[in-house]
Nanobody, 128 residues
Framework: QARVMESGGGSVLAGGNLRLACHAS????????LAWFRQVPGKEREGLGS????????TYADSVKGRFTLSLDKNKNTLYLQMDRLEPADTGVYYC?????????????????????WGRGTQVTVSS
């Protein structure tokens, strides 16, 4: 019965920055896996990064490593995705997802089928 909800999407010029937020209905003080995905037009849903709430251990897809950063605010039960140096190819719908165990505590977990609960998504549009 976990719930997550994204916010922070919008329109930005190429080279700009956005920070997305994912608020969860459960406490991050336990150990759970969370992730960000995106759906780019014409492409399959892509896992961007996973994070384990117990330690903050995070992994990233090669396509966004160095530009995107996952972080947690445990007091607010919120997962963030900081996106820097955005490109038009980053345009799409961004989703957060979670699962109620620690499967990602020591490794990457970036497949769609790995996650149990999903938000509705938030649109990100990057124009040149």
């Amino acid at each position: 019965q976990a719930r997550v909800m994204e916010s922070g999407g919008g329109s930005v010029l190429a080279g700009g920055n956005l920070r997305l937020a994912c608020h969860a209905s459960y406490s991050f003080h336990g150990g759970y896996c969370l992730a960000w995905f995106r759906q780019v037009p014409g492409k399959e849903r892509e896992g961007l990064g996973s994070i384990y709430s117990g330690t903050g251990f995070a992994t990233y897809a090669d396509s966004v490593k160095g530009r995107f950063t996952l972080s947690l605010d445990k007091n607010k039960n919120t997962l963030y995705l900081q996106m820097d140096r955005l490109e038009p190819a980053d345009t799409g719908v961004y989703y957060c997802a979670t699962r109620g165990d620690s499967a990602c505590l020591q490794g990457s977990l970036l497949n769609t089928n790995d996650y149990w609960y999903w938000g509705r998504g938030t649109q990100v549009t990057v124009s040149s």
